[in-house]
């Protein structure tokens, strides 16, 4: 296990770009700098106003996807007056969690393995200690949350639809 977050190199951000474009997201590169904004958390954390998520070339990716996969989740209303604080239940913040696990596999050089490793390190809690071991064993609620909304299909592949 690496001791340092996976970025969002250059590379990465092509991807997500592609990747969050049918969701109507719009991905923005911020100064190094720059104070990211719509961080909710600082730093170099990702950061949602509106349907743009706001990044740094020294953001984590977990970061970026994780704000990516909140803007995907949320019900129309909170989107439409997203600014930093993505708010939801718990329900949706665990559904939130898996989806960042399947939108990783998607992503050149990544995959949902080094995105729980990323995400264990910054500190995400489960029930079961350990991210990975959430996803694999523990998280079924959450599939059938993603399901039920319509955010991925019955075999588990997102849809590319937004939470209506």
């Not at 996976?6 to 997500?16: G, I, N």
């Amino acid at each position: 296990m690496s001791t340092e977050a996976t970025l969002c190199s250059t590379v990465q951000l092509r991807a997500l770009s592609n990747l969050l474009k049918p969701y109507g997201m719009r991905v923005t590169l911020v100064g190094h700098d720059c104070a990211i904004p719509g961080s909710y958390w600082g730093e170099s954390e990702a950061g949602l106003i509106g349907s743009t998520l706001y990044l740094r070339k020294d953001t984590p990716l977990h970061s970026a996807l994780h704000e990516a996969c909140h803007y995907i989740c949320m019900d129309e209303t909170r989107r439409a007056s997203l600014h930093t604080d993505a708010g939801g239940e718990y329900a949706e913040e665990d559904a939130v969690c898996y989806l960042q696990g399947l939108l990783a596999d998607r992503l050149p050089d990544y995959d949902r393995l080094r995105l729980f490793d990323d995400m264990d390190r910054w500190g995400y809690t489960f029930r079961l200690g350990a991210a990975r071991r959430w996803f694999e064993r523990d998280a079924d609620d959450a599939r059938t949350w993603l399901i039920t909304h319509r955010i991925i299909d019955n075999t588990g592949w997102p849809t590319g639809q937004l939470r209506r």
